[in-house]
Nanobody
Framework: QVQLVESGGGLVQSGGSLRLSCAAS????????LGWFRQAPGKERESVAA????????YYADSVKGRFTVSRDNAKNTAYLQMNSLKPEDTAVYYC????????????????WGQGTQVTVSS
């Protein structure tokens, strides 16, 4: 098993930036594919970005391509989501998740989830 804790959320103005972190503990972090997801009030959870085990292939939802960057540091057991040019529609609770079997942007393939961190973008 792996435990995940997100941090770095907050309130930011439109056009601003935030960097989310996802700290992992438990089984070998490097064994997992990692994903970032978000859920806005009244909406379903949606995929945002993902990064695989080595060779660290990345995936992005169309809505965030060119603005968000996903990365990981296996030595620190941490994944990151750098979010630039934020828009009000990016407002949501952001979750990181881990999967030992699947991954990419497929939400159902993730087995372990963090508690989420709130991101609010004001216009």
């Amino acid at each position: 098993q792996v435990q995940l804790v997100e941090s770095g959320g907050g309130l930011v103005q439109s056009g601003g930036s935030l960097r989310l972190s996802c700290a992992a503990s438990g089984r070998a972090f490097s064994d997992y594919n990692l994903g970032w997801f978000r859920q806005a009030p009244g909406k379903e959870r949606e995929s945002v970005a993902a990064i695989s085990r080595l060779p660290f292939t990345t995936y992005y939802a169309d809505s965030v391509k060119g603005r968000f960057t996903v990365s990981r540091d296996n030595a620190k057991n941490t994944a990151y989501l750098q979010m630039n040019s934020l828009k009000p529609e990016d407002t949501a609770v952001y979750y990181c998740a881990a999967s030992a079997r699947g991954g990419g942007l497929v939400l159902s393939s993730y087995d372990y989830w963090g508690q989420g961190t709130q991101v609010t973008v004001s216009s």
